[in-house]
T-cell receptor, first 115, second 112 residues
Framework: NAGVTQTPKFQVLKTGQSMTLQCAQDMNHNSMYWYRQDPGMGLRLIYYSASEGTTDKGEVPNGYNVSRLNKREFSLRLESAAPSQTSVYFC??????????????FGPGTRLTVL | RKEVEQDPGPFNVPEGATVAFNCTYSNSASQSFFWYRQDCRKEPKLLMSVYSSGNEDGRFTAQLNRASQYISLLIRDSKLSDSATYLCVVNNYGGSQGNLIFGKGTKLSVKP
């Protein structure tokens, strides 16, 4: 099992460009998440999908959109990239959202720089 | 008060030392608690869940004090390979939020 995979690993964008970050999991998990991690800020939830067909905003959703394409795949789109979106983006999945013992498994991350 | 607070460190300790990390959380309705480990430029990985009675996994011991809203992680006989950032994580399941809230992490550096 590959676990959670993300593409691309690195990306440099110019302000105003758009891009989609891809995420896929092969663990048959119901719930998937997108986080960003900035120095001194910790991990912050952007969007999540509790189950296939549903998506909800997290703590910092502005400037992003998501699509839960199917049970395996959850993509994050930046429509018009801004320098403030320079960050490391992690996708994660878990069997269920919430619950006391639901471990989240993380992908390797995408390092995005917006110039 | 921030939702999950940790001492950022860094903690610089020699091999074989015992080191303890503390974490406080603000939501008294929080139901479950975790410690994740994150190596430099890598993704977070679950180190251990924290059960109400406290739990131990080899050299690692986690404790929970609900009355004080306090979680701790004790690492005994530190190894070089323990060098990493340790993230305190709280799941607010049962309240309006069922998502994980991450602390900013405590950096540990174990020296020879």
């Amino acid at each position: 099992n590959a676990g959670v995979t993300q593409t691309p690993k690195f990306q440099v964008l110019k302000t105003g460009q758009s891009m989609t970050l891809q995420c896929a999991q092969d663990m048959n998990h119901n719930s998937m998440y997108w986080y960003r991690q900035d120095p001194g800020m910790g991990l912050r939830l952007i969007y999540y999908s509790a189950s296939e067909g549903t998506t909800d905003k997290g703590e910092v959703p502005n400037g992003y959109n998501v699509s839960r394409l199917n049970k395996r795949e959850f993509s994050l789109r930046l429509e018009s990239a801004a320098p403030s979106q320079t960050s490391v983006y992690f996708c994660a999945s878990s069997e269920e959202r919430g619950g006391p013992y639901n471990e989240q498994f993380f992908g390797p991350g995408t390092r995005l720089t917006v110039l | 008060r921030k939702e999950v607070e940790q001492d950022p460190g860094p903690f610089n300790v020699p091999e074989g030392a015992t080191v303890a990390f503390n974490c406080t959380y603000s939501n008294s309705a929080s139901q479950s608690f975790f410690w994740y480990r994150q190596d430099c430029r890598k993704e977070p990985k679950l180190l251990m869940s924290v059960y109400s009675s406290g739990n131990e996994d080899g050299r690692f011991t986690a404790q929970l004090n609900r009355a004080s809203q306090y979680i701790s992680l004790l690492i005994r006989d530190s190894k070089l390979s323990d060098s990493a950032t340790y993230l305190c994580v709280v799941n607010n399941y049962g309240g309006s939020q069922g998502n994980l809230i991450f602390g900013k992490g405590t950096k540990l550096s174990v020296k020879p």
